[in-house]
């Protein structure tokens, strides 16, 4: 199971039936009432974002459940600084993280050269690698997304492992007709996750 993040969108499943979505705290309400009303049943909750299966806390009322479920509360802003205060000598501080980086003396050598220094560099590089790779890191998320569920709501399903290989060949044509006999909504679900846009989740 995945710890829970109540900012991203959820979704569950009784059987497969999707019987609510939305924000973590609508769902955990929803599951509780659907608890309650039928308790034999097996219900899932999936994260949209990864796929991955979540547990919930569904103790005590309904209040606190949408509670326990709720966002936090927003970061109260900075106090302003005082213009009559002096400010200390030095950079302004831009949330930087100091950690220990290995390299080979040519590698310092190298990034010492560079115009603002190794740290100026360093951010420069990163920056450009996330670029460059921002568009495979987003299949392979929406992939592996796709693939958790699946695994724990189709793995017994007609043709679940041609759907899998068509899954990781980016062939959306032939995933479709491959999970066309699945459950509507755990077709849909699959297909949303699979193919959902970089950065947003999945609708079922």
Request: charged share 25%; proline share 7%; no cysteine.
């Amino acid at each position: 199971m995945t710890a829970l993040l109540p900012s991203d969108p959820h979704t569950a499943f009784e059987g497969t039936r999707v019987i609510a979505a939305g924000p973590l705290a609508d769902v955990a309400l929803a599951v509780k009432q659907a608890m309650a009303a039928r308790g034999d049943k097996t219900i899932l909750i999936f994260q949209d974002l990864s796929g991955k299966q979540v547990d919930l806390d569904l103790s005590g009322n309904d209040a606190q459940v949408i509670a326990r479920h709720a966002p936090a509360g927003a970061v109260a802003a900075p106090e302003p600084e005082d213009e009559a205060t002096p400010r200390g000598r030095g950079r302004p501080k831009l949330g930087v993280v100091p950690r220990e980086v290995t390299l080979l003396p040519r590698h310092w050598d190298w990034l010492g050269a560079q115009p603002g220094g190794a740290s100026v560099a360093l951010r420069k590089l990163v920056e450009q690698a996330r670029r460059d790779n921002e568009a495979q890191d987003a299949r392979r998320q929406r992939q592996e997304a796709a693939y958790r569920f699946m695994s724990s709501m189709a793995g017994d399903l007609p043709g679940f492992e041609e759907a899998t290989r068509a899954l990781y060949a980016e062939d959306r044509e032939r995933f479709a007709r491959l999970v066309a006999q699945w459950p509507q909504d755990v077709r849909g679900y699959a297909m949303s996750l699979a193919w959902a846009a970089p950065g947003q989740p999945a609708t079922a």
